[in-house]
């Protein structure tokens, strides 16, 4: 087969019709799909979307079982955080803990009712078949409901402040909780497994305070949601940076501990690829026998085994390994590996994996493009091992000279704060902690892979940014 005609998916999962075709199974699926977690934490392109799919698929297939989606689109986010009456007195995480209960209690009746063949509690079996009926099978979008309790709550107060010890009470009267949440759970009881699943949330989040309660309502709408029988579960999938900001704004983030941050070994990372490849080479008819890998990549690249060449080059997310093995491909020619090619990749590979990170980090950090421009012209052949004199300097000098008009990096710039730009480098993971250990035992840690305080005695760039701001390739020893 050609290399180049290797298909590796779509970059979204929703997208990719052949997911489960090579999906990977991984620890953090099995557990849950024995529903034993509730939040799933992961950065861009760990794979969410797709833990997703394959849950969708699996829990579809159990008896009794029914699956309810809820993936806002960028536009509903959008036109929530945009809507001037939220900001003005009714955008509390209460106000959106109700409209999340009144939406994924509907959409669960809406699938009951269109589904049920009469085995359930047969007075809410009716009610739910109602209003599947009244909602034409599918419920209101996010916006429409939250349009309609706003509505609804204005017309008794200027704000929620004004209904005072009586706002709860209000809130469930207008979102018509009590009558929703009577019939399901009466479903559920009777045998319905109900399974919610809540993705897509970063779209349109701004960390602002309205789209930041309306993730917290969220939250808290899906525990309640699973107080109320034990045959109700929701997933919620939510970015790591997103959820950290999140329990920095609660005073119940213990609630929200109990969550399956994904992570990937190298193992895992390999057989992912391994498992793409194997697929694309069957479908062309080809045998490729129990090492897919070694059919499309070289052995070695100079003195690196390759796995580990490629892995080190990713923050440990498939995504970004699926981006680095189709740069690769798209540029052989033949059937054969070539280490030239693979290496030759890597430039336009660093690139997009910058620009992918400031675009990753536009809400907390804007301006980072304008930081990583400054700093790939001014440090031009700059080593990526820093000393902490060294990277004070540098970090100096952009405070001095780019214009980033942002209030975090304002803050930082008045200061003359090295160590929050540093936590920030790292927090971001486009620089390691270099830790000097005895025996060989030196070691970076990056934020993403290891628990690890850093002290930021001497620094790494990572290795999959160093062409994008134009480093050596090598430490060279001092004569």
Known sequence: MQLRSIDWGDDSAERDVDLLSYFVDTESYRRLVRKSKTIVVGRKGSGKSALRKKL??????EHDTHVINI????????????????????????????????????????LVGHCAKGKYAKDSLEFAR???????????????????????????????????????????????????????????????????????????????????????????????MQSISQNIHVFVFLREDVYSILMEKTQHSDKYRNVERIRWTKDGLISLLSE????????????????PFDHVFPPTIGTHNTDNWLVERTL????????????????????EPKDEVLKACETAYSSWK????????????????????????????YKYHLARADIEEMIFQIYDEVAVNSEWFNELSAKVDFQGFLEILYEIGFLGDFVLGGEGGSKTFYSFSDRHTPRFEEVQVHPCFRKAVNTVDRIRAKS
């Open 56 to 61: 969708e698929s699996e829990l579809s297939e």
């Open 71 to 110: 993936s806002p689109k960028y536009s509903s986010i959008r036109n929530i955080v945009n809507e001037k009456s939220l900001s003005e007195g009714f955008g509390e995480e209460i106000f959106f803990q109700h409209s999340w209960l009144r939406q994924m209690m509907l959409d669960s009746l809406c």
């Open 130 to 224: 109602g209003v599947s009926l009244d909602l034409n099978r599918t419920s209101k979008d996010l916006v429409e409901n939250i349009s309609e309790i706003l509505s609804r709550i204005k017309a008794k107060a200027g704000n929620l402040g004004e209904l005072g010890l009586h706002l709860e009470k209000e809130l469930r009267n207008v979102a018509d909780v009590d009558a929703l949440e009577h019939h399901l759970k009466e479903i559920a009881d009777s045998g319905a497994k109900i399974v919610i699943m809540v993705d897509d949330l970063d779209l349109g989040w701004d960390n602002s305070e309205i789209s930041n309660n309306l993730l917290l309502g969220l939250l808290s709408a899906s525990a309640y």
């Open 276 to 291: 793409r490849i194997r697929y694309n080479y069957k479908r062309c008819g080809e045998d490729c026998d129990n090492h």
């Open 316 to 335: 440990s997310r498939p995504r970004e390994l699926i981006q680095l093995a189709r740069f690769y491909t798209e540029d052989v020619e033949g059937e």
């Open 354 to 381: 910058l620009d992918d990170l400031c675009t990753e980090y536009s809400n907390q950090y804007p301006g980072l493009s304008d930081i990583f421009t400054y700093w790939k012209t001014k440090f031009f052949r």
